[in-house]
Structure formats: structure tokens, C-alpha cells
């Protein structure tokens, strides 16, 4: 049996990281596996581009367009995918010798909702945002949206005609269930209250992480590695894109840590960010690591830290929480999507009340604990260990593959 991974990219962004790790996974278990991307980045020899130069230059010329739109035309500024555009990249995927698809981030221009629904092979697609079951936009913030037909209450009348379009296009050419993945509990519940996939078969596979590259290294030699204070709590978060984007939730953290005096040993870390005011009304020294893109960085980084923060308001499964656990640093999150798949309350971090800033300062206080950190840490280890490594997620996707195929054939 074969698979053909496609995505938009091998290394950019999130579902391009998640996507890559699944074919590491598949590939602990001697399986055949490729990734078909638009753009790659690594050198990595199973990673093939999909469509020609040609496409290439035409999907970029989508992106752009969508932007435009986005930024010229649309109250909100949420990323969002029209992907009606003319389209033949499932010629390509139909062409491939694979026996079959498994889908992830296909937006950006790379293939439309046509050509999805032209894919003459079985299909697997795991979800890394809405965007599959709704209309154009990835992430939805407002609670009065739908998401089940995909239309926004406080949109333009050109915007909620393009949603609508998108959707009836989804629903008119999807005809044929495919098996959905979804990485988190919450991405699934989302998906099977939808009108689109209420039918159809879907099942909940965490994304994967290589737990003999990302460990704990030494906190004492890590801090120094970045010229961190040895004694000092620190506070960790991830900032790419982080402190603009809304769903990502810094103004919780923000106000969190103002109820924190300046003598209270206490300092925050912010990586991923490249132009940060560092003030940011804040009582607390503030260190920015800047963008870091090497992983042997990034875990020096988890290991140097007592903590890392995700106060998100909406999230699937982010691999930053999964890294962080398999470098035994606790997380703290809000109890909310994603979260209660990756956090063991107390155990392996602290799940906050729900947009509840002084329960996430509880949450920091406890994970910063000296008494317990030491438990803590071994508890982040395992759990990432029995719960992500590429062999235990490897054998859920080769068992649902096997299960698809015997389907199909029958």
C-alpha cells in the first residue's frame, strides 16, 4: 500500500509541520509514503511538488487576490480561502501511483473544490482548521456564526453572498462521504454539527511528534544557551502572528501578568515575533527570542522555560503544546478546544477557566511551583511519549488506512 500526502508546504505553517510528521510516522512503521506539496521547502526525498511551474505562478496570483479581498472588501480580517478557481490539479493526483489520498491544507491556490471532489482515489483528509465543513473562512471567532452554513451575521452583503456561494458549491459537488480525521475532540464535535459532514465517517487522530528528537534538555545549559537568567520563572509564549491575531489570545496573558509586581522573579519569553513592542504595559522584564525555525533551538528554548502559555481562544491540537510536553514543560491553556486533548489538569499543566485571566495566573503560579516541577515535568515526558510519538500515531493511521482500503474494495 501506498499514500500520497497533500499539502500546501512541507515546513510553513502548522498543518505543513503536522502533515510531515504523519509521514514520519508512517515511515517508523516501513510504510509507503510521499508528500505532494506547492511549495517545498526542505530536501527531504520523499517530499515531491505536486502541480507544474505554470500552477505555481497561477496559485500565487489566487493568494493575492484573496488577500485583496480580504483586505479591500471584508469586515473581518480572519484568513479565509475562496478556492472556486479553475482548476485541473486532480489530473495530477489521479495520476499518481498511490493507492490512496490523504488531504490536509490543499487552500492557497493549490486545489480548488472541484478538483477535490474530481479525485478518483479513496480519500483521507485530516482537518487543520473549519475551512472543509464551512464557507470561506478557517476559524470562525464570532459564537453567533454558524458554522454550519458558514455565514457570518455581521458581514457585508458581498461578503455573505461569497460564503454562501462557497458553501452551496461544497455541498453540491461533495457528494461522496469522506473519511474526515480530525486532531482534537472539539475539531471532530465541530465537523459532525455541521450540515456538510454530519454523515460522514469521522474519526479523532492526534498530530504526531518525533519524541527521540524533541526532549528535555538541561535548564541550567539551555539558559545559557540564550542568555536567559538562571533564576528567574519563565514564562513562555509563542508570538508568530500571536499578539495581532485575536484567536491566539496575548491579551489574556496580558492581563494576567499585570497582577504581577516587578520583585516577584517572574519574566516572560516571547519567540516568533520580529517587530514586538516589549513594553507592552507590563511591570515584567520581556525577552524576545525573534523567529526561531530550528528545532534544535526550539527545544533548548521549552527546556529553558518553566511554563509555556497558549491562552488561545480557538485552537485544534497546536504542535507548540505537543513540543513542549515532550520536553517536559508544562502547558497552560484556557479549558477550551483542543486543549483538554493535550493538558491532564494539574498533571501535565493547568486548564484555566475559560477566558478567565486570573485563573490563567492561577495556572502559571502552579506550573511554576517549585515543590511539584520536578512530578510535573516526568508527567509532560510520558504523556507525550504514550500519547504522540510517531509509532503510537503511525498504527492508528495504518490501521484507518487498511480499514478505508478493505471499504472501497468491497
Not at 541550567?220 to 508570538?239: M, N, Q, T, Y
Not at 516541577?373 to 503510537?392: G, I, M, P, W
Request: proline content about 4%; aromatic content about 10%.
Amino acid at each position: 500500500m501506498k499514500v500520497s500526502h497533500i499539502n500546501f508546504s512541507d515546513l510553513s505553517g502548522g498543518a505543513s509541520i503536522a502533515a510531515n510528521r504523519i509521514c514520519k510516522a508512517l515511515k517508523t512503521h516501513s510504510f509507503e509514503t510521499e508528500l505532494r506539496v506547492q511549495k517545498k521547502y526542505s530536501s527531504l526525498d520523499y517530499v515531491h511538488i505536486l502541480n507544474s511551474r505554470n500552477h505555481n505562478f497561477y496559485s500565487s496570483i489566487i493568494r493575492k487576490l484573496e488577500f485583496l479581498l480580504s483586505k479591500f472588501l471584508f469586515i473581518s480580517k480572519e484568513t479565509f480561502s475562496i478556492s472556486m478557481h479553475f482548476s485541473n490539479a486532480y489530473k495530477k493526483i489521479n495520476d499518481l501511483s498511490s493507492n490512496l489520498i490523504h488531504l490536509h491544507w490543499i487552500n492557497g491556490g493549490m486545489l480548488s473544490i472541484k478538483d477535490i471532489s474530481k479525485i478518483q482515489k479513496p480519500l483521507v483528509w485530516t482537518l487543520h482548521d473549519m475551512w472543509a465543513f464551512s464557507g470561506p473562512r478557517h476559524y470562525y471567532l464570532d459564537p453567533e456564526l454558524s458554522t454550519i452554513s458558514g455565514i457570518h451575521t455581521k458581514v457585508t452583503f458581498f461578503e455573505k453572498s461569497i460564503a454562501k456561494a462557497i458553501y452551496n458549491k461544497k455541498t453540491s459537488l461533495w457528494r461522496h462521504p469522506i473519511h474526515i480525521v480530525a486532531p482534537s475532540q472539539w475539531m471532530a464535535d465541530h465537523a459532525k454539527k455541521s450540515l456538510l459532514m454530519k454523515n460522514w465517517p469521522i474519526s479523532v487522530i492526534k498530530n504526531p511528534i518525533d519524541t527521540e528528537q524533541w526532549m528535555p534538555e538541561n535548564q541550567e545549559v539551555s539558559r545559557d544557551f540564550f542568555k536567559l537568567p538562571p533564576k528567574k520563572s519563565l514564562i513562555l509564549f509563542g508570538a508568530a502572528g500571536g499578539i495581532e491575531d485575536p484567536r491566539k489570545g496575548f491579551t489574556y496573558l496580558k492581563n494576567a501578568l499585570k497582577k504581577i509586581g516587578q520583585n516577584d522573579g517572574i519574566e516572560l519569553v516571547i519567540y516568533g515575533g520580529t517587530k514586538l513592542d516589549l513594553s507592552l504595559g507590563l511591570n515584567i522584564k520581556i525577552h524576545n527570542m525573534g523567529y526561531i525555525s530550528d528545532s534544535h533551538k526550539l527545544k533548548k528554548l521549552y527546556s529553558a522555560c518553566n511554563v509555556l502559555v497558549i491562552p488561545s481562544t480557538q485552537d485544534n491540537l497546536p504542535n507548540t503544546a505537543i513540543e513542549s510536553l515532550a520536553c517536559s514543560t508544562p502547558v497552560v491553556a484556557f479549558n477550551l478546544c483542543g486543549m483538554p486533548d493535550l493538558i491532564l489538569h494539574k498533571k501535565t499543566g493547568y486548564l484555566a477557566e475559560a477566558f478567565n485571566s486570573d485563573d490563567l495566573m492561577n495556572g502559571i503560579n502552579w506550573a511554576i511551583n517549585l515543590e511539584i516541577s520536578d512530578k510535573v515535568k516526568k508527567h509532560c515526558r510520558n504523556y507525550a511519549v504514550e500519547n504522540f510519538s510517531l509509532e503510537v500515531i503511525g498504527k492508528k493511521y495504518i490501521k484507518l488506512y487498511e480499514k478505508i482500503l478493505k471499504e472501497s474494495q468491497s
